[in-house]
């Protein structure tokens, strides 16, 4: 279009020139004009090469602005993925008064650290059950140390909760005591108990050991009192005080009545190697947060872990921080000899004597007899089911 209107103007131009001076002047008009439309021609090239330069680079402008949206985008979706999977506050349930070594971080936030978490809340409860019904409730993620008995009793009945760890293995922090002055043996135990009242936890491996320990020394459980304890502390005063002369508890408890005058009815050494019973305490976590979580679940059992060996290298200069946290004066023997307080490694868990094999047959085992004790009303075929070992897999 611009090229036709200045042809037109040129040929007006020349063609008064022409009309003015004759046939030569109008040679020369042609030839400017030949020029001059060469020039155009030349110029509108070069005017749509720079037209169809530029269409190319805002292409590319605008190429490059897509790449740098979605970009923008992507890294805002990883953002919010990576809060999603993120935990301020976890929520783990222990025993107070049950010293073990992930205490060494509960004050200082050294723990929650490892795990790779904001903060850990750390929830007090009194038993295994009050554990397994505040995973429930949903007021507790994982729960550490949690009893094997009631795990296995809540699981049964339809608790959405897995096993993911062994927390620690005790074969004398958990016992019944009696009454030193009974004089009571292994030969006279039927008679010196008959008509005896008991205190002691219902339905927790504490009560198993304690009818298994009885069936053991042939002693009638029908000529029993066996009343349920509200706590160990509530048992440890009682028995004290001579209104029971049985007092089956875990922990200080034991320490407490043991002060007193009261002797094991068996040994922890006994009671494992002799009537057969192995005691440990595991670690549980909902099925829920499990499956939003997996990264946090490993964490904690690798941070479990890290803080083992931490206590093991330094028992005496971690002792002191992990009884303030458990509320104790002092540990005592719980951390110390071979029957107390074991802490099996990631390895040896995965092994067939622990979560391999041994604990589903052992909760299978469990849950059998108090069935046939009428504890319970329900059995399940396998117990392997509720136990998952990919966490503990993942923190080797």
């Known amino acids: 279009m611009k090229k036709s209107k200045l042809l037109i103007a040129l040929l007006m131009v ?38 169809a330069m530029e269409d190319e680079e ?28 993120g935990v301020d506050v976890l929520n783990v349930a222990y ?8 205490q060494i971080g509960q004050a200082d936030g050294s723990f929650a650290e490892a795990v790779g978490v904001g903060e850990i809340n750390w929830i007090p409860l009194p038993d295994g059950g009050s554990m397994a019904d505040a995973m429930i409730a949903g007021d507790v993620d994982i729960s550490y140390s949690i009893g094997l008995t009631p795990f296995a009793v809540k699981a049964t009945n339809g608790a959405p909760i897995k096993m993911v760890g062994i927390a620690v293995a005790y074969d004398d922090a958990d016992n019944c005591i009696v ?39 042939g002693v009638d459980t029908s000529t029993l009192n066996i009343l ?11 028995f004290t005080s001579g209104q029971v002369q049985v ?31 192995k005691t440990y305490d595991v670690t549980a976590v909902t099925d829920d947060f499990a499956a ?41 023997n719980f951390l110390s000899g071979p029957t107390w307080f074991t802490f099996p490694t990631v390895a040896e868990q995965l092994s067939d004597a622990w979560l391999g094999a041994s604990v589903a ?36």
């Open 14 to 51: 020349f063609g008064l020139i022409a009309a003015a001076c004759g046939s030569d002047a109008a040679d020369v008009g042609s030839d400017l004009v030949d020029e001059v439309e060469d020039v155009v021609d030349g110029d509108e090239e070069a005017m749509e090469d720079e037209e």
């Open 58 to 85: 805002a292409m590319e402008d605008e190429e490059a602005m897509e790449d740098e949206e979605a970009m923008e985008d992507e890294e805002a979706m990883e953002d919010e993925e990576a809060m999603a999977d």
């Open 95 to 102: 025993f107070s008064g049950w010293p073990l070594p992930p």
């Open 179 to 217: 009454q030193g002055d009974l004089g009571l043996t292994r030969e006279n135990a039927a008679e010196v108990l008959n008509g005896a009242q008991i205190l002691t936890p219902i339905g927790n491996v504490t009560h198993y050991k304690f009818l298994n320990t009885m069936e053991f020394l």
């Open 228 to 238: 349920p304890a509200e706590s160990g502390d509530a048992t440890a005063a009682a």
């Open 247 to 277: 007092g089956c508890a875990f922990g200080g408890a034991l320490v407490t009545m043991t002060d007193a005058g009261g002797v094991p009815i068996l040994t922890g050494q006994e009671t494992s190697e002799e009537v057969g019973i």
């Open 292 to 332: 939003a979580h997996p990264e946090v679940v490993t964490g904690f059992l690798r941070a479990n872990e890290e803080f083992n060996q931490m206590w093991a290298a330094d028992p005496e200069g971690t002792n002191p921080i992990i009884a303030t946290a458990a509320g104790m004066e002092e540990v005592g």
């Open 361 to 396: 047959e052992v909760m299978l085992e469990q849950l059998n007899f108090f069935l046939a004790e009428g504890q319970i009303d329900v059995v399940a075929d396998d117990y392997s089911q509720f136990i998952d070992t990919s966490f503990l897999e993942a923190a080797q």
